[in-house]
């Protein structure tokens, strides 16, 4: 089952969830049924950090997340 990425267009919240089929999608914050499915790209880790699929690379630094602050390596 793949999972998809939506994000729900009566609150805005972002949310995953594992779809099989055709099967509707709520959001789980308001129960919101009109949820778009948004593009996303797979990640994968490397030897030098978390590499994204579009190529850009970000360092798998635990405290902020995005490679941009100084314990970043």
């Keep these: 089952m ?5 994000r729900c267009k009566k609150c805005g ?3 995953e969830e594992l779809v099989c089929g055709p099967s509707s999608v709520a959001c789980p914050d308001c ?3 009109d949820v778009e499915k948004l593009f996303s790209t797979f990640g994968y880790r490397s030897g030098s950090g978390f590499k994204s699929s579009t190529g850009g690379g970000r360092s798998a630094c635990a405290s902020c997340g995005g490679g941009s602050c100084s314990t970043c390596h």
Excluded: D, H, Q, V
């Design 2 to 6: 793949p999972i998809f990425e939506f």
């Design 13 to 15: 919240r972002k949310f």
């Design 31 to 33: 129960g919101g049924s």
